[in-house]
């Protein structure tokens, strides 16, 4: 988990290096499914439940799952949101960030940073003994307090073997509540924020997810494993 973690966050930060406006969200893909190839992995989205793309790539509105496309031009001042997984020897890692275009808009950098905050606000909680509503309640707190609110619909996950396992891991719920955490479980905690209301709907392509009021979104993601300590964080090499 620790070497599929690794790679997932050192692809994470190389896209961050590519990302500049005037490309296409496909040059993106591409460069990162060379990236995975390089490295002996495999992107952990390409082809699962038909995905067409290595990583999925979401801009503004768009909160997860838009599908990488050669007509999708990144433009100064848009939020792009990368979700990539590597699949390497029988484990899979899974983690997103939110990045600028050039400069944004200063609702845009407090939806980031906020957005970052809660995940942090979050992994706190996820250490054996406490339960998952620990987490979710204090990534919806934090993003509540900041009012923007939290995606509902889609949630965390479980990750091993399997890119989605259980339990879920809402980024909303009640402290004490839910299932316990214990020594080497590994899960993905990702908050998913609107600046505007928590409604999303999925185009007609059969993936994106939008929001319902157009508001800007922003997503943070990392794989995690709990120790008796805390968080082990698998898919962070501090970049972003
Ligand atoms: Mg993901
Ligand atoms: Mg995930």
């Known amino acids: 988990m620790r070497e599929a973690g690794k790679i997932t966050g050192e692809a ?11 490309i296409s969200t496909k040059y993106l893909d591409e460069r990162l499914r060379a990236f995975f190839e390089k490295h002996g992995a495999k992107p952990s989205f390409l082809g699962y439940g038909g995905f067409p793309g290595c990583a999925c790539i979401s801009v503004n509105e768009e909160v997860i799952h838009g599908i990488p496309s050669e ?10 949101k990368i979700d990539v997984g590597a699949y390497y020897r029988g484990y899979h890692g899974d983690s997103a960030r939110t990045f600028p275009v050039g400069s944004v808009s200063e609702e845009a950098q407090r939806l980031m940073a906020v957005t970052k905050q809660s995940f942090y606000d979050g992994v706190q909680f996820a250490m054996a ?19 923007f609110s939290v995606v509902r619909n889609y949630v965390g996950h479980g990750i091993g073997q399997a890119l989605h396992e259980d339990p879920e891991v809402p980024n909303f719920g009640t402290a004490g509540r839910g299932v316990r955490l214990y020594p080497g479980m590994t899960i993905a905690i990702e908050p998913m924020v609107n600046a505007g209301g ?13 929001t319902v009021d157009g508001s800007l979104s922003a997503h943070y993601e990392n794989t995690v494993a709990i120790t008796e300590h805390g ?4 898919t962070d090499v501090g970049d972003g």
């Open 198 to 210: 928590h409604s999303v709907r999925v185009l007609q392509d059969d993936w994106t997810v939008v």
């Open 71 to 80: 007509d999708k031009i990144l433009l100064e001042g848009d939020l792009v």
């Open 129 to 147: 003994g406490n339960r998952i509503g620990d987490i979710g309640s204090a990534v919806e707190k934090c993003v509540k307090d900041a009012g």
């Open 231 to 234: 968080a082990e964080i698998l």
């Open 12 to 22: 994470l930060a190389y896209a961050h290096g590519l990302v500049r406006e005037g």
